[in-house]
């Protein structure tokens, strides 16, 4: 049983924001290996009350991409690094479940309107 669910908003997200059926794929077996409970906030994940996110990289590519040994060099357009994953728990069930699909561009847009004044 997969250890992640994405509800139909999710979906929806992956067809209308992220758009590539490569790129889809590969944010969904990333989510596969990646999500888990976030404690702290950082620019690549963090928590607000029980909903949790996470750039769409596996913390293999993040190593890799902080080292600048990525084993190719990214194509043209976007990568799995310009989304992030916003996800909760599954309950009753183990596992997390994906709500929202964002753009890196959507969330600093949100945060801009959040702290007009770079608080």
């Known amino acids: 049983m997969p250890r992640v669910s994405w509800s139909k908003t999710a979906q929806g997200d992956l067809v209308e924001v992220v758009k590539l059926p490569d790129l889809i794929d590969q944010l969904k077996a990333n989510a596969e290996v990646t999500l888990h409970d976030v404690t702290i906030v950082s620019i690549d994940e963090g928590v607000e009350g029980e909903t949790m996110w996470h750039r769409g990289f596996t913390h293999e590519q993040e190593h890799q991409i902080k080292t600048n040994s990525l084993p190719e060099p990214p194509g043209p357009g976007p990568q799995v690094w310009d989304f992030y ?30 702290h007009p004044h770079g608080e």
Request: charged letters at 30%; hydrophobic letters at 35%; zero cysteines.
């Open 85 to 114: 994953l916003f996800y909760r728990r599954r309950r009753p069930m183990p596992g997390y479940e994906v709500i929202h699909v964002r753009s890196n561009g959507e969330v600093a847009a949100y945060w801009r309107r959040q």
